[in-house]
């Protein structure tokens, strides 16, 4: 993976158009200014029950966005990833929809998962209990078929998002298929999607248990057969993130997000320093994603295993988030709306730094100067706000941070003053030698934090003084005998 900032967004709700159009804008306004674009799902159809992540045909690029040869032309002006969504497909699906009417008699049958072929000899309380799902309730979905047959279907986020059986033929063929048709498209990276509830096992949390940690390995294995490389996405205990990471390419820091706000919250680094000494170097780092800012990747694990910040400071954090956003990001996280997730809380990123200018570059200043593949949500990249008025039209909490932007709305963001900071911040973590080495990671006190960079002769070092708060980037320039500075605050 090109060592470059990369950038995250739905096809469409960046540019109000195609992939076309987001090729012209990566070549226009944007050139050079990504090395990667991780396109979230574009797959048939893009505007399902969960923003594409419940596709049709994964096979399929949506129609209204354009063609797998229009995906290979992107590819020639940035690397590309997408989603290989794991866990389960679209209620509408042909696979299901055979299922649905046939039951038992549907070649599909064993593709989809019901309670009974989990729990063969039933289920305990205790059995139901154990099991971890990202959202209230059980599992299941009732439903009956068109023979006549009644099944709890395994449902792990909505009754539309039927889980597959991974291990099955046709559910191993599925994922081959997909994998085969971005090896074709010229797609670099997957990001595999839900992986983390792949396999379920009776007397198990059916989460992250030792059998999904060799299903990803095997699948990684295989993507890696053709070229492509993989990235995790799991929102879970910080020590758990560490463990995946020695099995695949990449991780997600998911860590850095709540860590970084708590940074300039409470004017202390030192949770941070404590995470950057400990965390994989091969991490994706974020700050903003297409869902909410996790807070469970820093919270504890049960009472034996204490989390990066303790209980208090979580719950400050997110008490924070909610006075900084004014009471947006509550109306979008928890029982508040649909959709919801119980491990984070839903607003932009910069609403969470209150659209506090100073603050928000300090954040992705130290996001670029981190160790990793740095990533950039489209709404990040555009100093975006909440959206509440698509919030109040979906009632999905998520969608405070999915906004439709349209061309003016775009080259409207691209001429404030901070959207041009962030991208000449951005030049320098894609261009400057010193990336190219090794950080050293230093914090004299609570609130003082350095990142420093070098290569040979090249150096790069970022100094935050959370207190005020500013920053400072400093640079070498190479054949120079003097430096560069980007101020900050």
Not at 397 to 417: F, Q
Not at 455 to 482: C, F, T
Request: net charge negative; glycine share 8%.
């Amino acid at each position: 993976m090109k060592n470059q900032v990369q950038l995250i967004a739905y096809v469409d709700r960046l540019t109000g158009g195609g992939i076309r159009e987001l090729s012209a804008l990566l070549k226009g306004p944007l050139a050079e200014v990504f090395g990667g674009a991780h396109l979230l799902p574009f797959f048939h159809p893009i505007d399902g029950s969960d923003a594409g992540f419940d596709p049709i045909d994964h096979t399929m690029v949506d129609p209204r966005l354009g063609t797998w040869e229009d995906l290979r032309e992107l590819g020639t002006t940035v690397e590309l990833m997408a989603d290989l969504i794991v866990n389960h497909v679209s209620s509408k699906s042909p696979q299901f929809q055979d299922y649905l009417q046939r039951g038992v008699e549907s070649e599909y049958a064993g593709m989809f998962l019901t309670y009974d072929r989990v729990f063969p000899n039933g289920a305990t309380e205790a059995d139901l209990l154990r099991i971890y799902r990202p959202r209230p309730g059980l599992p299941f979905a009732y439903t009956t078929l068109g023979t006549g047959e009644k099944r709890l279907l395994w449902t792990t986020f909505t009754p539309q998002q039927i889980d597959i059986d991974v291990t099955h033929p046709h559910g191993k063929g599925y994922l081959d298929a997909i994998l085969e048709r971005f090896h074709a498209a010229g797609i670099r990276s997957i990001r595999m999607d839900a992986v983390g509830y792949a396999i379920k096992k009776p007397g198990t949390s059916c989460f992250m248990i030792p059998e999904t940690y060799q299903f990803i390995a095997e699948l990684t294995e295989q993507a890696r057969a053709l070229g492509i490389e993989v990235l995790v996405e799991v929102h879970s205990y910080y020590k758990r993130q560490v463990e995946i990471a020695r099995r695949v390419d990449w991780v997600y820091d998911f860590a850095l997000p709540p860590l970084v706000l708590h940074a300039l919250y409470k004017a202390d680094a030192k949770p941070l320093v404590e995470w950057l000494a400990v965390r994989p170097a091969n991490s994706i780092t974020v700050l903003d994603t297409h869902d909410g800012i996790g807070v469970i990747d820093v919270g504890a694990d049960g009472a034996e295993n204490p989390g990066l910040l303790e209980p208090a400071s979580i719950n400050d954090l997110v008490e924070t988030i909610h006075e900084r956003s004014k009471g947006q990001s509550r109306q979008a996280t928890g029982a508040a709306a649909n959709n919801l997730d119980l491990y984070q809380v839903n607003c932009t990123y910069y609403d969470a730094l209150g659209q506090n200018d100073t603050e928000y570059l300090i954040a992705r200043a130290i996001q670029f100067f981190v160790p990793g593949i740095p990533q950039v949500y489209y709404t990040g990249l555009l100093a975006g706000g909440n959206d509440m008025e698509l919030l109040a039209k979906s009632a999905v909490g998520r969608d405070i941070n999915r906004h439709y932007y349209t061309p003016a709305e775009v080259e409207a963001a691209l001429e404030k003053p901070v959207v041009n900071q962030l991208i000449e911040i951005v030049k320098v973590r894609n261009t400057h030698p010193a990336f190219l080495g090794k950080a050293t990671v230093e914090s004299s006190a609570a609130h003082l934090l350095t990142i420093t960079w070098w290569q040979g002769d090249d150096w790069a070092r970022l100094e935050v003084d959370l207190s005020k708060p500013g920053a400072e980037i400093e640079y070498s320039n190479p054949g120079m005998d003097h430096s560069s500075v980007i101020r900050i605050g």
